[in-house]
């Protein structure tokens, strides 16, 4: 078992930062790799990034490249996501995931085992 909590979320102007941080427990954290994924109001849940197990390798979404930041502290057992020149479409609730098995390539939430419980971002124009 793996339990997830997000934390870090709020209003912001665009154009503006947030950190969003993700503290993992249970399983080994070194032991996973970690997701966020976002959701709009009315819209599917959708990939944002994804980090390795050490850190090395990150993957973001084009809608986020360049913008955000994913990384891992694994003596903290916390991911973070550092989110710079936000937009008003950046506007979800933020998950951090974690599958049981990582597949290559597979960014899909149906592919994710364990989530955290959200934590709402709002860019205001």
């Known amino acids: 078992q793996v339990h997830l909590v997000e934390?870090?979320?709020?209003?912001?102007?665009?154009?503006?930062?947030?950190?969003?941080?993700?503290?993992?427990?249970?399983?080994?954290?070194?032991?996973?790799?970690?997701?966020?994924?976002?959701?709009?109001?009315?819209k599917e849940?959708?990939?944002?990034?994804?980090i390795s197990w050490g850190g090395s390798?990150?993957?973001?979404?084009?809608?986020?490249?360049?913008r955000f930041?994913?990384?891992?502290?694994?003596?903290?057992?916390t991911v973070y996501l550092q989110m710079n020149s936000l937009k008003p479409e950046d506007t979800a609730v933020y998950y951090c995931a974690v599958p049981e098995q990582y597949i290559t390539g597979s960014y899909s939430p149906g592919s994710m085992?364990?989530?955290g419980q959200?934590?709402?971002v709002t860019v205001s124009s």
């Open 7 to 42: 934390s870090g979320g709020g209003l912001v102007q665009a154009g503006g930062s947030l950190r969003l941080s993700c503290a993992a427990s249970g399983r080994p954290f070194k032991s996973y790799v970690m997701y966020w994924f976002r959701q709009a109001p009315g």
């Open 45 to 50: 849940r959708e990939f944002v990034a994804r």
């Open 57 to 66: 390798s990150t993957y973001y979404s084009d809608s986020v490249k360049g």
């Open 69 to 77: 930041t994913i990384s891992r502290d694994n003596a903290k057992n």
């Open 113 to 115: 085992n364990y989530w």
């Open 118 to 120: 959200g934590t709402q």
